[in-house]
């Protein structure tokens, strides 16, 4: 099992920043792709932004030049900062783990973080 734990939301106004992190921890074989999902209240859950294990990332085009996800494969965190908050980034923010073991897909996933931004 993999165990990821969340930190760094709150309540920001807009145009502020915000960081998150993700520790993982566990059996983390086989896991290559770290990211932030993100849901807000009545919408389903949807990708932010993912890291490879090499450093490709991923972005929504929503966050594209707001956001910026890094990781530190050392630490087996994931890093999601984001400035120029808008008020619809207001959601529950997930942290992802995910790859292939022993040829299967797995995903691991946090307990989510509250961001609330202020108009």
């Known amino acids: 099992q993999v165990q990821l734990v969340e930190s760094g939301g709150g309540l920001v106004q807009a145009g502020g920043s915000l960081r998150l992190s993700c520790a993982a921890s566990?059996?983390?074989?086989?896991?290559?792709?770290m990211g932030w999902y993100r849901q807000a209240p009545g919408k389903q859950r949807e990708l932010v932004a993912t890291?490879?294990?090499?450093?490709?990332?991923n972005y929504a085009g929503s966050v594209k030049g707001r956001f910026t996800i890094s990781r530190d494969n050392a630490k087996n965190t994931v890093y999601l900062q984001m400035n120029s908050l808008k008020p619809d980034d207001t959601a529950v923010y997930y942290c992802?783990?995910?790859?292939?073991?022993?040829?299967?897909?797995?995903?691991?996933w946090g307990q989510g973080t509250q961001v609330t931004v202020s108009s």
């Open positions: 992802n783990a995910g790859g292939l073991r022993f040829a299967s897909r797995v995903d691991y």
């Open positions: 566990g059996f983390l074989y086989g896991i290559n792709t």
């Open positions: 890291i490879t294990q090499s450093g490709i990332t």
